[in-house]
């Protein structure tokens, strides 16, 4: 088996990488941080998407498995003090694979044409004033929109931002993408919808600006400015990601155990 770490890059994580490395040492496995087969993650969700994010051109041919060192993640199924439990399983086990879905992110100017991953959302900013910007639904106008930004998250994102706003929580089986407002400005000009809404995987939504504005694209923990972009179009992506289970952890556990047990 090849493998990779990315630690957070605090004493404790940096510790579990080493520990992580000679473990894995005495199992044959094989450290090969640039054509991995499965990328450990240690630290957080934070650190799992700095890992998505560094491997997201394979992402095809990578798993991610996660280590959290604080609290329970998301991502990270695994404890700091389950360091010999994983590496026993991960050599003696075949992983059930489980595929999320991305977010595809495509951003045009009048030169160029970017194109982006989400793990968890995309969220659109204005930098100097509110964002002004019209949203089209599979090609037709849907709203005219003025606020604060504009969440645009996955299914397993769905519990990050877009739960803070006000979106709603969606299993990350369900291929789709949620928009969600961030303090619409409702009046004669502009009418939003008022709460998130789904679409699914053959939908997409463009968004385009309406008046020459610095805007601020976040990628996860990625951020951009920009001030010459004409439209983004948004979709669920071809492509997903893909996390190794050595042993059952329901997404619906996640959830509880995130934000109802105490």
């Known amino acids: 088996m090849k493998y990779a770490v990315i630690d957070r890059g605090d004493t404790l994580s940096q510790s579990l990488a ?43 041919d990578v798993s991610f498995v996660g280590i959290h060192t604080g609290h329970l993640g998301f991502y990270a199924d695994w404890q700091a003090n389950e360091l010999h439990e994983l590496v026993t399983m991960m050599a003696e086990q075949t992983p059930q694979i489980v595929r999320y879905p991305l977010a595809e992110i495509q951003v045009e100017t009048p030169e160029h044409c970017f194109k982006y991953l989400a793990l968890n959302e995309f969220t659109l900013k204005g930098v100097d004033a509110t964002l002004v910007v019209q949203i089209n639904v599979n090609d037709e106008l849907f709203e005219m929109f003025r606020g604060d ?104 556990k996640r959830v509880r155990d995130a934000f109802i047990d105490i």
């Open 18 to 60: 080493e520990q992580f490395h000679q473990l894995a040492k005495e199992r044959g496995f094989i450290r090969n941080d640039e054509m991995p087969d499965i990328v450990v993650s240690i630290g957080g969700d934070g650190t799992l998407l700095q890992a998505f994010h560094r491997y997201f051109e394979q992402v095809a």
């Open 149 to 252: 930004g504009i969440v645009i998250s996955t299914p397993s994102g769905s519990t990050a931002y877009n739960k803070s706003v006000g979106g709603a929580i969606v299993h990350p089986y369900i291929e789709s993408l949620q928009i969600a407002e961030i303090a619409s400005i409702n009046n004669r000009v502009y009418r939003t919808l008022g709460s998130s809404l789904l679409l699914p995987a053959h939908h997409h939504c463009d968004i385009i600006s309406k008046k020459e504005q610095r805007l601020l694209l976040t990628i996860d923990h990625l951020s951009i400015q920009r001030s010459d972009i004409h439209s983004i179009r948004c979709s669920v992506g071809t492509k997903k990601v893909s996390f190794a289970r050595y042993r059952p952890l329901p997404f619906w």
